[in-house]
């Protein structure tokens, strides 16, 4: 799935995905946009400690609870819960029961946008943190003012609030991908197109593009663009 590929919407859902992932830790790549990936993986048993040289990584829970080691300290991670883990950092996921994991990183050039490699943390870092999806929805009381949870690798994640009809939006030159996370809700395009979600899809919405959203029930959404 890449928000390049024309006009046309295209969604993923991960529920239906994970199901298919019978191996952990496998990931697969649900979409691109730009020079950001998301994928999926099924964490099962504990991965090696490890550390990547080249890129941040974002972990999403979307369904069960891990615990994300990492040479600075162990945070356990709940459905709806985040944690970015910065290059040089050595980490491991771990959970006793399967967890369904939506994991963002640097795609394509990550040196150039994600900054010079890093061998090990230093103790300047700043401390590691999760963050709460679910919580910051819990605030929100006006529909479709998003709040920004995280930024991650030039991009920004915000939590909104779906009711009613929402505004007219442009999707940014990247795509923009737009994830439910509870409840149900209809994008429909300036060109009359309709995609109906539901909890768990991923949705990538092509450059340029017009739309807007209505839930009939409030619905939550998580979605990203770049931070100029």
Same mark, same amino acid.
């Given at each position: 799935?890449?928000?390049?590929?024309?006009?046309?919407?295209?969604?993923?859902?991960?529920?239906?995905?994970?199901?298919?992932?019978?191996? /952990? &830790?496998?990931? *697969?790549?649900?979409?691109?946009?730009?020079?950001?990936? !998301?994928?999926? *993986?099924?964490?099962?048993?504990?991965?090696?400690?490890?550390?990547?040289?080249?890129?941040?990584?974002?972990?999403?829970?979307?369904?069960?609870?891990? !615990?994300?080691?990492?040479?600075?300290?162990?945070?356990?991670?709940?459905?709806?819960?985040? =944690?970015?883990? /910065?290059?040089?950092?050595?980490?491991?996921?771990?959970?006793?029961? /399967?967890?369904?994991?939506?994991?963002?990183?640097?795609?394509?050039?990550?040196?150039?946008?994600?900054?010079? &490699?890093?061998?090990?943390?230093?103790?300047?870092?700043?401390?590691?943190?999760?963050?709460?999806?679910?919580?910051? *929805?819990?605030?929100?009381?006006?529909?479709?003012?998003?709040?920004?949870?995280?930024?991650?690798?030039?991009?920004?994640? &915000?939590? =909104?609030?779906?009711?009613?009809?929402? /505004?007219?939006?442009?999707?940014?030159?990247?795509?923009?991908?737009?994830?439910?996370?509870?409840? !149900?809700?209809?994008?429909?395009?300036?060109?009359?197109?309709? =995609?109906?979600?539901?909890?768990?899809?991923?949705?990538?919405?092509?450059?340029?593009?017009? *739309?807007?959203?209505?839930?009939?029930?409030?619905?939550?959404? !998580?979605?990203?663009?770049?931070?100029?």
């Amino acid at each position: 799935m890449s928000a390049s590929a024309g006009d046309a919407l295209q969604k993923q859902n991960v529920e239906d995905l994970a199901k298919a992932l019978d191996t /952990p &830790w496998v990931t *697969y790549r649900m979409g691109a946009f730009a020079d950001l990936a !998301v994928d999926l *993986y099924i964490c099962e048993g504990t991965m090696a400690m490890h550390r990547h040289l080249h890129e941040d990584e974002l972990f999403l829970v979307y369904d069960g609870s891990i !615990v994300l080691g990492t040479e600075r300290g162990d945070l356990t991670l709940r459905t709806e819960e985040l =944690m970015i883990v /910065p290059k040089g950092t050595a980490h491991y996921s771990s959970a006793f029961f /399967p967890a369904t994991v939506v994991l963002l990183r640097p795609a394509g050039d990550a040196l150039r946008k994600n900054g010079q &490699w890093r061998l090990f943390a230093i103790e300047k870092d700043p401390p590691l943190e999760k963050v709460n999806l679910g919580a910051l *929805y819990s605030g929100l009381d006006a529909p479709y003012q998003p709040v920004q949870a995280t930024r991650f690798a030039g991009w920004g994640l &915000w939590v =909104m609030r779906c009711a009613g009809v929402g /505004p007219n939006q442009t999707a940014p030159e990247s795509g923009t991908p737009l994830l439910i996370l509870r409840g !149900v809700a209809l994008l429909l395009t300036e060109a009359n197109q309709a =995609m109906p979600l539901r909890r768990g899809d991923l949705l990538a919405i092509p450059p340029g593009v017009r *739309y807007h959203l209505e839930a009939d029930a409030a619905a939550m959404a !998580v979605w990203l663009a770049p931070i100029p």
